[in-house]
């Protein structure tokens, strides 16, 4: 035999017997992975994670603060006191108002700014005048740092003059350059007279230094003035009854109000960007930036059970206000909607102050 040809049928045998062993243990460890471990084995348990139980809050423990801008006897006053009567009774501890008076409810807004985020301390915000006088006069208070609550009350705004005046829509009310009654050069009634007649292109021409809204009516009739923009409480629902000398020209809310079915809103009329909450007296309340979201929501649940209590609606309605709940959430957006319009129209507000 041939020493090459041995040598190479050597070497030939070699490699497919290495080639063999290599198959062979390629195809026993993929059997071994399909078929898993020894299947007469007895499985170990696995150790599953026992779950944290959460901390219980305790939460309150002593009465809650209640800050209120105004004195004693007033709107917001009265809700304040008659939607904590109902919270305290709930959550077991008192609800104590507290009226921080002075500086138009800035030193109200201040407090609730400067209280410790715990829960202890809510405030009802006459808005949207605090942020009109944040905007006019700047001390520092960051609306959109608060923790809305929701809402407690609202009054809706109304234009009202003379069943005899000639005019009804805002254009016929620019064309008739009526003019406008005002009690004073701040407050609720001038910040949305000044923003609506700027949106409307009504003149600016007013009458001011009227005593409320008795001084004002007797005025119109008196052909002193021809015009006004009003807050609704009960005396002004009366004014426009059909036996009254009144009318209801616009108001301000999103739908026809339940007591004057007649007047249109601002949106009917084409100024949908005057409607909403956006220019409502409305009664927004909040506590301290950074107060926990878990104890947020205790207040916000038992505030809401509040005002679907027909005795607090009923209380309220008396005081000339309306309920229209909004969740801490839609309160935020709606300081948003708000502040957005305000923005806007500060320079407005503030020359036709500064005019008069």
């Known amino acids: 035999m041939n020493t090459n040809n041995e040598h190479g049928h050597l070497v030939g045998r070699r490699w ?69 009567d109902f919270m305290g009774k709930e959550l077991g501890v008192d609800v104590v108002v507290r009226n921080h008076t002075g500086a138009g409810g800035r030193r109200a807004v201040d407090a609730v700014r400067r209280g410790q985020p715990d829960g202890y301390t809510i405030s009802i915000m006459n808005m949207p005048m605090q942020l009109m006088a944040e905007k006019l006069d700047p001390a520092g208070a ?39 009654c005002m009690p004073g050069l701040a407050g609720h009634n001038f910040l949305v007279a000044a923003v609506s007649t700027e949106v409307m292109g009504i003149p600016w021409k007013v009458v001011s230094g009227f005593q409320g809204g008795a001084d004002t009516r007797a005025a119109m009739l008196r052909g002193e003035c021809d015009i006004s923009w009003t807050v609704a409480n009960p005396q002004v629902v009366a004014s426009i009854s059909p036996e009254d000398d009144f009318k209801g020209l616009w108001v301000y ?16 009329l084409g100024y949908p960007e005057l409607g909403g909450p956006k220019l409502l007296n409305s ?56 502040d957005s319009l305000l923005t806007e129209f500060t320079d407005v507000v503030r020359d036709r102050q500064e005019a008069q």
């Not at 809310?253 to 009917?268: F, G, H, K, N, Q």
């Open 16 to 84: 497919r017997r290495l080639l063999f062993a290599g198959v062979l243990s390629v195809l026993m460890g993929a059997l071994v992975v399909a078929c898993g471990s020894d299947p007469t084995a007895t499985p170990v348990p696995q150790a599953t994670a026992t779950p944290t139980p959460e901390p219980q809050i305790q939460f309150p423990e002593r009465e809650i603060e209640w800050i209120v801008g105004w004195p004693a006897g007033g709107g917001f006053d009265l809700a304040a006191r008659t939607i904590g």
């Open 283 to 338: 009664g927004l309340v909040a506590a301290p930036a950074g107060t926990p979201p878990e104890i947020i929501n205790l207040i916000e649940d038992s505030f809401q059970r509040a005002l679907q209590d027909a005795d607090v609606i009923a209380r309220l309605r008396e005081g000339g206000m309306e309920v229209l709940p909004m969740t801490g959430q839609a309160t935020d957006q709606a300081v948003g909607g708000m």
């Open 142 to 180: 960051d609306f959109e740092g608060f923790e809305w609550i929701g809402q407690a009350v609202r009054q809706e705004n109304i234009v009202q003059a003379p069943k005899t005046a000639s005019f009804n829509t805002p254009e016929e009310v620019a064309a008739a350059e009526p003019r406008i």
């Open 253 to 268: 809310s999103d739908e026809r109000l339940d007591w004057a079915p007649d007047t249109p809103t601002v949106a009917e």
